[in-house]
């Protein structure tokens, strides 16, 4: 079912983290005349452990400009037992070639690596603005197929730094049309998510229903057979008790 209050939960999140970035201490060692260009960008995933043939992955997609360094904290609950969340960032322009991997997460985990090379140019305004383009995937896996898992909560907060020093003043503002649509692309994926969550419910109801009519149906039937087995069992008893009954009378007589 959709929770409203998971969606004013988000936005007071990506509140506190505009005025304060996430990720300000990875920064510290970057010459102070750089411009830092906070994106936060917090994304709740709700990942239900499958059992290991039936692995559930979640994948997030960004956009940051090029040769930006990325920086990436996912926060998740404690470590469960025959259970790990392993996490894949792929970068998508270069065939979904892997750029970092992380396996059993458990609690607190940074990862910092540089957009280059991912070059996506977006030719509409200006050709001298090519953006990076990567999937942050998550992977809920159960290591053992009779364990049905317990469901993890991940927090994923993104931030990317780059110098705009000497770049155009349409680049400049492409970035910061970046960094205000980037919430609303959340916002938007965890609507998505809320619906096929609710497409999810709807689907198992229905075939429950379905379920349940069948056995109903089931029952009647077995039980309006033996209703008339018992009648007709009542009525031949009946009849042969008439017939001793007046068998004995004739011979009494």
Known sequence: MVRPLSVAFLLAVLGLAITKPILEHSYTSFPEARVTFDVPITQRAHLAAKNTDKIQRVCLRYRVPQSALVALRVETSEKYHNQELNVDITDLNDSDSLIRRKNDIVNQVEILFKADGLAMALKKHDEEAPLSEFDVCFLNIVL??????????????????????????????????IQKSQPLLVRLQETIREIEEVERQLEYLVAREEKLRNVNEDTFKKWTVLAIMVMCALVVMGILQARYITWWMKNKI
């Not at 927090?155 to 970035?175: A, H, M, Y």
């Open 144 to 177: 053992e197929a009779s364990d049905e898992g317990i469901s993890k909560e991940v927090t994923l907060s993104v931030d990317f730094d780059t110098s705009v020093d000497g770049e155009s003043p349409w680049q400049k503002e492409k970035l910061l049309s």
